[in-house]
């Protein structure tokens, strides 16, 4: 579905985020002019903010991972879907602190344990910032086991920790007091993963490739089995908020979500997705637009967008997807 040239305006009339993206991945653009507009994301507009926002200590909102919005680990996920330029020294830093605080300064016993007990969601973040920001990895000798650098490591961590079913879950082996241990992966946890990946993937390539690959397939199966949205047992929806159109979407699975993954890694089309894609196409305003239906409750450092109003960042990525389905 080819977007109309008032769509297109619209988009362009926009954030530089948003601008280079459509030139980019709607309009064909050649890459230095959107390259270009990318490095803009520096100066002016939502990267710029949140940039202005980062602490003296070189973190954001005092905290690594809380407070929810405004902790370090949120911010870099913004500017990574802003598209801020990996190189931006500001953000480097951020990440660089941001991997040591969490799990160490390299790959030792300290750090592998530190890794096997935090919540699979937050490794898959970890991983995705510290690859797109091209954090130097530290080489260390830990008994019994090679030489592994941080990014290998969690690669490592998260193809161990693969449920049955295929997909991640963060509470995998726990039980808590009122839950039993899970047995089924959750589709939150299983986009955060993908997420860090897809990132493995386009951005480093290293040793696990094919592995990688594989297990990527496999979560995307399940996400299939349920035609994204839908238990394969009732066959009705599995939860109604995710057919909300939202950003950002933080730790949650969306609609949009699932097929801009599907898009990203330009997947063979597969009509356990049209059931999505209708339901995409339904939520298409009459000029053209999508609207942004819901945002997360929490502490943020400002608004993007307002709910209920057309928003760039919903109808750029549902365009991005169409234009994928149709091709």
Request: aromatic residues 10%; proline residues 5%.
């Amino acid at each position: 579905m080819n977007p109309t040239d008032s769509t297109i305006d619209f988009l362009m009339s926009g954030d530089p985020a948003i601008r280079w993206q459509t030139m980019r991945d709607l309009l064909g653009a050649p890459e230095a002019e959107w390259r270009a507009e990318q490095r803009r994301t520096l100066e002016t507009g939502w990267g710029a903010q949140l940039l202005a926002q980062q602490d003296p200590e070189g973190t954001w909102g005092g905290g690594l991972y809380s407070p929810k919005w405004t902790s370090t680990t949120y911010t870099l996920l913004a500017l990574i879907h802003i598209g801020i330029p990996p190189d931006c020294a500001a953000a480097q830093e951020a990440a660089c602190l941001l991997l040591e605080g969490m799990l160490g300064e390299a790959y030792d016993t300290a750090f592998a344990r530190k890794l096997k007990d935090m919540d699979r969601c937050i490794v898959g973040m970890l991983l995705e910032i510290a690859v797109y920001f091209g954090i130097t990895d530290v080489h260390t000798a830990d008994a019994g086991r090679r030489d592994a650098d941080r990014t290998e490591a969690i690669v490592d961590n998260l193809l161990e920790e693969i449920m049955p079913d295929g997909g991640w879950n963060c509470r995998k082996g726990r039980k808590m007091s009122n839950r039993p241990a899970p047995h089924h992966s959750s589709f939150h946890t299983t986009s955060s993963v993908l997420d860090g990946l897809r990132e493995y993937m386009e951005r480093r390539s290293g040793s696990q490739s094919q592995a990688v690959l594989a297990a990527e397939q496999s979560a995307r199966e399940i996400l299939l089995e349920h035609r994204l949205l839908y238990s394969d047992h009732t066959g009705q929806e599995i939860n109604p908020q995710f057919a909300r159109l939202v950003y950002p979407y933080r730790w949650h699975y969306s609609l949009l979500r699932g097929l801009g993954y599907f898009a990203r890694v330009n997947a063979p089309r597969d009509g356990r997705l049209q059931d999505a894609i209708t339901l995409l196409n339904g939520k298409r305003r009459p000029d053209g637009l999508w609207p942004l239906e819901s945002k997360y409750g929490g502490v943020v450092f400002f608004n993007m967008e307002r709910v209920g109003k057309p928003s760039r960042w919903v109808t750029l990525r549902a365009l991005r997807v169409l234009k994928w389905w149709s091709s």
